[in-house]
């Protein structure tokens, strides 16, 4: 659901400069995600702080499953959905 409320929005935003440039302000701000998904709401895109930390910890965990016997090493950090949705849109 995320991923496709996420291109939703990708798609929107790449049409519309001044949402585009919204969206890559959030970055600076104090709470950066919370600020995101404080747009998104508004917008009446149901993207929350909780689903983009849960996607990047499910993708994480994906990749050390994917690896016969289970990943031998830590991956560091994981997936941010967030960042590459900002990184798409630059």
Known sequence: MIEHEMNRL???AKEDENLRNR????HSESDPVQSFCDICAQLG???????LFAY??????????ATNGGGSFEI???????????????
């Open 23 to 26: 969206l890559l302000k959030t």
């Open 76 to 90: 560091d950090g994981w997936d941010d959905l967030y960042e590459n949705f900002l990184d798409a849109l630059r």
């Open 10 to 12: 990708l798609e929107r």
């Open 45 to 51: 895109y149901d993207i929350t702080v909780g689903e």
């Open 56 to 65: 990047g910890m499910t993708m994480n965990d994906s990749k050390l499953r």
